[in-house]
C-alpha cells in the first residue's frame, strides 16, 4: 500500500508499506480404514507457513500423530500461524467391523456321531478365509466325536482383519445305542398287490428314511404302507433326539401265483383259416417263453416261441395224423425268473 500527505504550502510526502498474510491453506491425509484396535498415522501440512502450531481433537500438538481406535472416530486439527491465523481440518479413521459367528447343526449328539460346524463372517471387505482350530479351511466341517469337544473359528477379510468364535459340541454318553424294532402288519408274506403296514419302534424317535421307495406310501414316516407286487426287502434308518442313528431291515414275501396255460388236445392244420396252428393258450399274466413239438418217436418237430404256433409240418412236409407231445415252459409276467415246466399230448387231425 501507498500513503500520501500533503500540506497546504504544497508539500507532500509518499510511504509504502506491505501487509503480508498468512493463508492456512492445510493438506490433511485422506479418510483411511483400520482393523479394530489396530493403528493409523495421520498428518497435516499447511504450505508456505513456517513456524505453525497444530492442535488435535484428541490433544496431541504434533504435525503427525498415530491414532489407535476399536470405533469409527473423526480427528480433527487445528492449526496456527505465528500471525495469529487459524484453519482446521478433519478426516475419518474407520474401522472395519468384521464378525464371525459359529453354529453346530446340532450341538448334542451321540457317542461316535457326527455334525456339522458352519462358520457365518461378515466385514467391510470380501472374507477370504476360514480357520479352524483342527486345522481345516473350509467354511463348514463335520467332525465325528465320542466325546465333548470345543472347536474356535476364525475368518479374514480382505482388509487383513480377524474375527473368532468358538463352539463347544457336547457327546451325550447317558444316550445308549439306539435299539430298533421293525414290524409288518397282518404279516412279512403277502400275495402280490397286498398293502402291508411297515412300523419302527425305539426310544425318542425323531425322523425316518425308508429304502427302497419302491411301493412305499411315505418313505419319511414311523409306519408308511407298503404294496409290494414282488419280494422286497425294506430298510429303515431311525434318528431319535440324541442323533444317534441305527438302521434295521426287514423283508416282505410276497407269495408267487402259480402260471397258468391251457394246452389244447387237438388241431385241424387244413388250411380252412380254422384252428390251423397249434398254440398253447397262456392264463392270468402268464407268458409262454417256448413251445417244442415231438412226434411219437420223439422227433424234436417245433421248438420256438408260442406266437408263432406249429402249423402241422416239419421241414415244409405234412405230418401225419396222429398223437403228438408238447414240452412247454412258461412263467408269470411279474415274476420272469420263476420258469415253470409242462408236458402234454394233443391230435393233429385232418
Not at 474401522?95 to 462358520?119: E, Q
Request: charge should be negative; proline fraction near 5%.
Amino acid at each position: 500500500y501507498d500513503v500520501t500527505v500533503s500540506a497546504g504550502a504544497g508539500c507532500s510526502s509518499t510511504h509504502s508499506f506491505v501487509i503480508n498474510m498468512d493463508y492456512l491453506g492445510s493438506i490433511i491425509s485422506a479418510d483411511t480404514t483400520i482393523c479394530p484396535g489396530g493403528r493409523a498415522t495421520v498428518s497435516v501440512s499447511v504450505p508456505n507457513v513456517n513456524n505453525v502450531s497444530y492442535h488435535w481433537s484428541n490433544g496431541d500438538t504434533t504435525q503427525q500423530i498415530n491414532v489407535t481406535t476399536f470405533s469409527t472416530q473423526p480427528y480433527t486439527v487445528t492449526v496456527s500461524s505465528p500471525n495469529g491465523c487459524t484453519g482446521t481440518a478433519t478426516m475419518t479413521v474407520d474401522v472395519d467391523s468384521v464378525h464371525v459367528s459359529a453354529t453346530p447343526v446340532f450341538d448334542t449328539i451321540c457317542p461316535g456321531g457326527t455334525t456339522m460346524l458352519k462358520a457365518t463372517a461378515t466385514g467391510r471387505g470380501q472374507i477370504t478365509s476360514y480357520l479352524w482350530s483342527s486345522g481345516q479351511t473350509t467354511r463348514t466341517i463335520n467332525v465325528t466325536l465320542q466325546q465333548d469337544q470345543s472347536y474356535n473359528v476364525s475368518a479374514t477379510d480382505s482388509l487383513g482383519c480377524v474375527s473368532s468364535d468358538s463352539i463347544h459340541v457336547v457327546v451325550n454318553n447317558a444316550a445308549s445305542h439306539l435299539t430298533l424294532q421293525i414290524s409288518a402288519i397282518p404279516d412279512t408274506t403277502a400275495a402280490p398287490g397286498d398293502t402291508v403296514r411297515l412300523s419302527v419302534t425305539g426310544a425318542h424317535l425323531s425322523s425316518y428314511v425308508w429304502t427302497p421307495g419302491e411301493y412305499i406310501s411315505d418313505s419319511s414316516i414311523q409306519s408308511p404302507f407298503a404294496t409290494p407286487v414282488k419280494a422286497i426287502e425294506y430298510c429303515v434308518s431311525a434318528t431319535d433326539s440324541s442323533h444317534c442313528t441305527e438302521t434295521i431291515c426287514t423283508t416282505i414275501t410276497v407269495g408267487v401265483p402259480p402260471a397258468q396255460i391251457a394246452i389244447p388236445n387237438a388241431f385241424t392244420p387244413n388250411n380252412d383259416g380254422k384252428n390251423d396252428l397249434y398254440q398253447i393258450q397262456a392264463l392270468e399274466g402268464t407268458i409262454v417263453a417256448s413251445v417244442k413239438i415231438y412226434d411219437r418217436w420223439g422227433l424234436l418237430l417245433f421248438d420256438d416261441i408260442n406266437d408263432l404256433g406249429w402249423d402241422g409240418t416239419y421241414k415244409g412236409v405234412a405230418q401225419n395224423t396222429g398223437s403228438y407231445s408238447c414240452y412247454v415252459t412258461y412263467y408269470q409276467k411279474i415274476y420272469p425268473d420263476k420258469l415253470f415246466y409242462k408236458m402234454g399230448s394233443f391230435d393233429l387231425l385232418r
